[in-house]
């Protein structure tokens, strides 16, 4: 009920629809007392013969009746379903809200799939709690209270029997309730797991092709699927069985209502349309107990989902304590002593780094894959916060600065491109950028070689790229990225292998570009390809997590050390 409360909070903003929904469900459940009224009138007209001086009542009442109860229920439903999307709204925007807000760390942990899962099946659950849930639990709930209450008014000692009924129900209900919230979260999990296999196998659609995974794409989106249905099927087993097990117990009890109620000296006083009357509104109260044993499933299922979705919202954001704002860095970094494990790792991605880099200056990072080479530069930034030593920008640590305020002073250029299923535009003055002229936008493209291409597209700046820039080439894609880092003309440069993707001509024409956009920044720039970084400032040779070699292009050769190896293995594979 905590859980369900706390969801149920996210209704204030919508309090004047919920009054009105309120209201709706009021009237409906007047009328079904209003119903069992009349009918004791008809009874008790037709029985003394004075049917005539109601004959024109009698229609007009049930039409009445009838009319009101379809305005309640228009009122009623129509405003819960505007609570209630209000509601989901509120939920995803708060989970997109903080999932812009999280570390890189959690986007690591859970696949893509179960997070897709959580901004979607899952609130969607929470719609049907809402919606439907407290539609019944209100609307039927009332009509309840409202035939009970009827029901005492006639012969309350007869209606004391019936009450007898109602902690046996409440019982069986407390049981499903449990098994329901139980197999609903099995049923999230295994909802995360099929969309973890199709988020896959979209994604590697040409590996899965081109190594034969079909079969194995398959079975493992039947396995995820077949789970899936076994959970879906054990609770519509235990919702079909509470149903007929509720409804037996309330016949009994009509049953023995009705051996009592045709007792002589219980219902002495009553009048056949008291009779009548009294027995129809105990019939009524069936089919609201029924539904509100039914809905105890959807409701269970938007509590499994609620726990899910608020312990994402509980989540911790990234550490933002820092108090220095800086509006334009010069750009002089320094690693002291610095060392860094990633969260669940066993050992050290980065070992003692030791390194400084004056402002303006140029910084190549090199060595083989996994060597720590881009975890130093993703630590600039703080997509990770490191906890032994320290990483200073102007003598100022990264952990002191407002976060905001460090990345407005770093552009960055991933070796896998990221772009946005938007126009080319969209992706090249993105964000912070977006309202940027187009003069500067196409100055950025041009500059990043990318103007020639964009041009000859049918619609120029406003092509899509899709998904990705799944419309693009590789080439075409980097160039892109490389016109947005531009674009943001930012003090401190990170290239991570920002040429990879290049034709040789291409690669050329974007060196010539990022020679320029380097001049008087910082950069730090990993590459594979030694050529690109000859005229480094610095360049640094990183294995095992250890800077083992750093100097000038001609001093490591000299040495006749790692880099000079590296170079020459290089040298000669372009040769050979």
């Known amino acids: 009920m905590k859980m369900y409360f706390r969801l149920l909070s996210y209704v204030r903003s919508s309090w004047g629809y919920l009054m009105l929904s309120v209201l709706g469900y009021v009237i409906y459940a007047a009328m079904e007392p209003a119903l069992a009224a009349l009918l004791k009138h008809i009874?008790?007209?037709?029985?003394?013969?004075?049917?005539?001086?109601?004959?024109?009542?009698?229609?007009?009442?049930?039409?009445?009746?009838?009319?009101?109860?379809?305005?309640?229920?228009?009122?009623?439903?129509?405003?819960?379903?505007?609570?209630?999307?209000?509601?989901?709204?509120d939920l995803r925007t708060s989970m997109f809200n903080k999932l812009v807000l999280l570390p890189s760390d959690y986007y690591h942990s859970i696949p893509t799939g179960r997070l897709l899962a959580k901004?979607?099946?899952?609130?969607?659950?929470?719609?049907?709690?809402?919606?439907?849930?407290?539609?019944?639990?209100?609307?039927?709930?009332?009509?309840?209270?409202?035939?009970?209450?009827?029901?005492?008014?006639?012969?309350?000692?007869?209606?004391?029997?019936?009450?007898?009924?109602v902690p046996l129900i409440g019982l069986i209900v407390a049981y499903a309730s449990k098994r329901f919230r139980k197999l609903s979260t099995r049923i999230q999990n295994a909802m995360g797991g099929v969309t973890d296999v199709a988020s896959e196998a979209?994604?590697?659609?040409?590996?899965?092709?081109?190594?034969?995974?079909?079969?194995?794409?398959?079975?493992?989106?039947?396995k995820a699927a077949n789970e899936n249905r076994r959970s879906q099927l054990k609770m519509e087993m235990t919702r079909s069985l509470n149903v007929p097990?509720?409804?037996?117990?309330?016949?009994?009890?009509?049953?023995?209502?009705?051996?009592?109620?045709?007792?002589?000296?219980?219902?002495?006083?009553?009048?056949?349309?008291?009779?009548?009357?009294?027995?129809?509104?105990?019939?009524?109260?069936?089919?609201?107990?029924r539904q509100l044993t039914e809905v105890n499933s959807i409701l269970q299922k938007g509590i499994a989902a609620s726990y899910s979705i608020f312990d994402f919202i509980d989540l911790k954001e990234e550490v933002d304590d820092g108090k220095v704002e800086s509006q334009q860095l010069k750009g002089c970094i320094e690693w002291k002593n610095m060392s860094f494990k990633y969260k669940g790792a066993d050992k050290h991605a980065l070992n003692n780094i030791n390194l400084s880099l004056p402002a303006g200056k140029t910084l190549a990072l090199v060595g083989r894959s996994g060597s720590g080479k881009s975890t130093m530069a993703n630590l600039l930034p703080r997509f990770y916060d490191i906890e032994q030593g320290q990483l200073c920008i102007d003598e100022v640590s990264v952990k002191d600065y407002k976060l905001a305020d460090l990345r407005a002073n770093i552009a960055l250029v991933n070796q896998q491109v990221v772009l946005f299923n938007g126009t080319i535009r969209d992706n090249i003055a993105y964000g912070v950028l977006k309202d940027?002229?187009?003069?500067?936008?196409?100055?950025?493209?041009?500059?990043?070689?990318?103007?020639?291409?964009?041009?000859?597209?049918?619609?120029?700046?406003?092509?899509?790229?899709?998904?990705?820039?799944?419309?693009?080439?590789?080439?075409?894609?980097?160039?892109?990225?490389?016109?947005?880092?531009?674009l943001k003309n930012a003090p401190i440069l990170i290239l991570d292998e920002a040429?990879?993707?290049?034709?040789?001509?291409?690669?050329?024409?974007?060196?010539?570009?990022?020679?320029?956009?380097?001049?008087?920044?910082?950069?730090?720039?990993?590459?594979?390809?030694?050529?690109?970084i000859e005229n480094a400032d610095i360049i640094a040779v990183v294995d095992h997590g250890e800077i083992i070699e750093q100097g000038s292009h001609s001093e490591l050769l000299a040495k006749n050390g790692a880099y000079a190896q590296l170079h020459n293995q290089q040298f000669s594979d372009v040769t050979a």
């Open 436 to 486: 940027t002229s187009e003069e500067t936008v196409i100055d950025a493209a041009k500059a990043a070689n990318a103007w020639d291409f964009i041009q000859e597209l049918d619609h120029g700046l406003d092509t899509m790229v899709g998904e990705n820039g799944v419309l693009l080439s590789g080439g075409q894609r980097q160039r892109i990225a490389i016109a947005r880092a531009i």
């Open 43 to 89: 009874v008790d007209v037709v029985s003394l013969g004075t049917i005539s001086d109601s004959r024109m009542l009698i229609p007009l009442a049930i039409l009445g009746v009838f009319i009101a109860r379809g305005i309640g229920t228009f009122l009623g439903n129509y405003f819960m379903a505007k609570v209630a999307n209000n509601v989901v709204f």
């Open 245 to 289: 097990i509720v409804q037996f117990i309330l016949a009994v009890m009509m049953s023995i209502l009705i051996w009592f109620a045709l007792s002589p000296s219980i219902s002495s006083h009553m009048t056949p349309g008291d009779f009548i009357a009294f027995l129809t509104a105990a019939g009524m109260l069936g089919k609201p107990i």
């Open 499 to 532: 040429t990879s993707a290049l034709d040789t001509e291409s690669e050329r024409a974007i060196q010539s570009a990022l020679d320029g956009l380097m001049a008087n920044r910082t950069t730090i720039a990993i590459a594979h390809r030694l050529s690109t």
């Open 202 to 222: 979209i994604k590697g659609h040409e590996v899965v092709k081109i190594f034969g995974g079909k079969d194995y794409e398959v079975e493992r989106f039947r």
């Open 119 to 165: 901004l979607t099946y899952d609130t969607e659950q929470v719609i049907g709690s809402i919606t439907q849930a407290v539609r019944v639990l209100l609307r039927e709930g009332l009509t309840v209270v409202g035939l009970l209450g009827y029901m005492i008014y006639m012969n309350w000692r007869l209606s004391l029997l019936f009450l007898l009924v």
